[in-house]
């Protein structure tokens, strides 16, 4: 009866599909990350120079983390400092190693009309979109990106709230076709901006603070806490991380010509 | 959509994979439900019981079920933190059929339900008459009442291929390993590449409607068109 | 077969009885009475269809009480979503006989209840008539002992009634006890070997065929002989 080969099929492709392969590990990265496109790059290396197969899990910094304390992935590579250090301070993880950094840019209506590109700093920016009431995107999702553009808000002195300040609770892709949509400001990675397929008269209107670097930093999960961790290779990601031909390569990825992320471990 | 159009054309081996990788975690969750759902929805139409209204009531309720809580369940349970954490399924497209019998079981029993009942209605006197036995009425029931269940199932079928809330949390969206049409289309969406996110929609719509008329032809040949 | 103090209560109303009678011997007995006397709930009590809800129905050799022994034709025919031939032979199915087995003998019933159409076709096909002959033909295939009929002739031509009875009366003569229920006074007079007349629920009137026809003994029975409206 076809009934049954179709259950017997079923049941074998099942069974196939848990036997694991041998070299693999798993890493909790961004969505900024992951969007950069850098991963593409350094992954197919990884594999050839170590034989190890990194799984990219792509979340929102908060996720990456709760995944790590879970022991649901092997290692983090996250940006957001403060939650970082809480973290480990709360035994989650062995250590933190600094690898690269990229920068935040605002992106806005190209005609500009809050005048945020003619700030001399970051907060001023923020301080002419909200005096202009423009409208703004917030990823109001609490991933790394959002605790960044909040901190900047603090320092600017501004409470973002009212109609012009939309927080849309989803990652950057989505937000920044949010912002595009309503031809809104929105702070962006430059990577994440600079892959965006959907610019529509969205253009950056304001970059180069040294408050809007973004420090990406590797965070091994504490196999004291999770014994079945693969320790091992997270070691072995970690060497191959610190070493100079991942140097070279994120130096060298570029976008439009534009350099994205700028290799400082070990600094 | 050019670019879409000829990935399609030429096979492309990473648009072959998450294809197959849908078609295998949608149907694998389809059978599994179905042998679950489809029973029991032909037992809950032809017993009377206490607690059926109940039985039912949940049943109904578990159709609305969001599948993003049914994702947080799964993890909940197979995270290295959770009950089920040794087993190492997270991540795994075992984890999203999982996720995916829990969505798609209540809309098949439901639909399944209320076929048989339908059916038992019509066949009662007669088989009451002809002192049936309980398990020969079931069967009679399944049997004769295929092309709605059959129904049923194409139904929870649907509802797991165009799934992404739970298969996201549950699978992870890993490259190679867990990434299916749906959760490959978020991720397009999110990088504002929606040429290529509707592009691998057309494909999730064309890959239903493949199985659809796939099922469809089966049950036809088997019987001929007379029903 | 003996009643006593048979009686049908649905929703706090009596629908049939309380209602004594007895039913000896072989033959063929007509149920008569307006629409919604209680014809086709005395027939189902009597196929354990209906839960009675006072009294006692015996039956004389023990047998026949046994659901197996009984063919049941419905007033509206139930319809399975399958060929007429497979629809005949379901019964025997259930009883385990091999389908080709099954299939063969419901052939040879369709063709003594006159069903002369393809057999291989879904039976929601067949015109209301066909319908009624496959029911038949279904409720003879485990040769029961005692066959209810419900107006089976209802929706049938001339010739075709014509052939029904002729069937009847074959049955009963090969010693089947059937009880049948029917409009048609004709049809009553051509089979009846005895009568109950039923009306609101109550067996008014039993007495032998012809002596119904010739001499009803109640107002009741006079007037529907008559044709007039009972109320
Ligand atoms: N399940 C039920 N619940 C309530 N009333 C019922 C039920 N079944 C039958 N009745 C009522 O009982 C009465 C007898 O019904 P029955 O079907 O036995 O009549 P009948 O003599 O067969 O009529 P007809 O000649 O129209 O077939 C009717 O008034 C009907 O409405
Ligand atoms: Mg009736």
């Known amino acids: 009866m076809t009934f049954k080969t179709v259950v017997l099929g079923a049941v074998a492709a099942l069974m196939t599909s848990t036997a694991a392969m041998a070299e693999e590990m798993k890493m909790a990265v961004t969505t900024s990350f992951a969007n950069s496109g850098l991963a593409d790059v350094l992954l197919p290396e990884i594999k050839e120079d170590t034989g190890i197969e990194v799984q990219l899990l792509i979340v929102g910094t908060g996720q990456a983390l709760a995944l790590g304390a879970a022991g649901d992935v092997d290692a983090v590579l996250v940006h957001s400092k403060a939650a970082e250090e809480k973290w480990l301070a709360a035994g989650n993880g062995t250590h933190r190693t600094e690898i690269m950094y990229n920068d935040f840019v605002f992106v806005g209506p190209q005609a500009d009309p809050a005048e945020a590109g003619a700030a001399e700093a970051a907060t001023g920016a923020l301080q002419a979109i909200a005096g202009a009431e423009a409208p703004f995107v917030s990823r109001g999702d609490d991933s790394g990106t959002h605790k960044m553009e909040l901190r900047l808000w603090k320092a600017a002195d501004v409470t973002p709230e009212g109609d012009w300040y939309k927080a849309v609770g989803q990652g950057m892709g989505a937000a920044l076709n949010t912002a595009s949509g309503m031809n809104a400001y929105i702070m962006s990675d430059r990577a994440s901006w600079l892959k965006f397929a959907n610019k529509g008269d969205l253009g950056i209107v304001f970059e180069g603070d040294p408050v809007l670097f973004n420090q990406y930093a590797y965070l091994p999960v504490n196999p004291e806490k999770h014994p079945h961790v693969k320790t091992d290779l997270v070691n072995q990601l970690e060497a191959w991380l610190l070493s100079d031909e991942a140097a070279e390569l994120i130096n060298a990825y570029t976008i439009e010509g534009q350099q994205l992320f700028v290799y400082n471990a070990g600094e | ?163 992404v809330g739970a298969i996201m949390i549950v699978g992870g969206n890993i490259d190679h390993a867990t990434r299916v049409l749906t959760t490959a289309i978020a991720l397009e969406t999110g990088k504002g590449e929606f040429d290529m996110a509707l592009a691998l929609g057309f494909v999730l719509i064309g890959l239903a409607i493949l199985v659809n008329l796939g099922l469809h032809f089966i049950s036809r040949t088997e019987r001929g068109a007379r029903w | 077969m003996t009643l ?60 026949d009480a046994e659901g197996r022994n009984q063919g049941f034709v419905f007033q509206t025919p139930v319809l399975m979503r399958r060929s007429v031939l497979d629809c005949i032979a379901y019964p025997l199915q259930l009883d385990g006989v091999k389908r080709a087995e099954a299939r063969e003998q419901a052939r040879a019933r369709a063709n003594e209840v006159g069903l002369n159409v393809n057999l291989d076709q879904a039976v929601m096909f067949l015109s209301g008539g066909e319908k009624q002959k496959m029911a038949l033909a279904r409720a003879l295939m485990r040769r029961p002992r005692i066959l209810f009929l419900d107006e089976p002739c209802a929706n049938l031509d001339g010739r075709s009634v014509k052939e029904i009875e002729e069937i009847l009366l074959r049955i009963k003569d090969g010693g089947t006890r059937i009880l049948m229920s029917t409009h048609d006074l004709g049809q009553a007079r051509r089979l009846a070997d005895s009568v109950l007349f039923l009306h609101a629920g109550k067996l008014v009137e039993q007495a032998i065929g012809d002596d119904f026809f010739r001499a009803p003994q109640t107002a009741e029975a006079k007037a529907y002989l008559k044709g007039e409206i009972l109320l």
């Open chain 3, 4 to 63: 006593t103090g048979v009686s049908v209560r649905r929703r706090g109303r009596s629908i049939l009885g309380p209602l004594d009678a007895s039913l000896n011997g072989g033959g063929l007995s007509i149920l008569m009475g307006p629409n919604g006397a209680g014809k086709t709930t005395l027939l189902r009590a009597l196929h354990g269809l209906e839960r009675v809800s006072t009294g006692d129905i015996h039956w004389t050799d023990p047998k």
């Open chain 2, 1 to 163: 959509m050019w670019q879409a159009a000829r990935l399609v054309a030429t096979f492309d081996p990473d648009l072959v994979e998450i294809t197959a990788l849908s078609l295998r975690v949608s149907l694998g969750a389809t059978v599994i439900a179905s042998l679950i759902g489809l029973p029991l929805g032909a037992w809950l139409a032809v017993n009377r019981f206490p607690a059926r209204r109940f039985v039912i009531a949940i049943l109904n309720a578990l159709m609305g079920l969001p599948p993003v809580v049914v994702g947080l369940m799964v993890y909940m349970l197979f995270s290295r933190s959770g009950p089920f954490g040794v087993l190492g399924l997270l991540f795994t497209p075992t984890a999203m059929v999982i996720a995916q019998v829990i969505i798609i079981t209540p809309i098949i029993a439901s639909v399944a339900h209320q076929a048989i009942r339908e059916l038992w209605a019509d066949y009662h006197d007669l088989l009451i008459s002809l002192q049936a036995t309980r398990l020969q009425r079931i069967k009679t029931l399944l049997w004769d009442g295929r092309r709605a269940l059959m129904t049923a199932s194409l139904a929870g079928f649907g509802r797991a291929i165009g799934e």
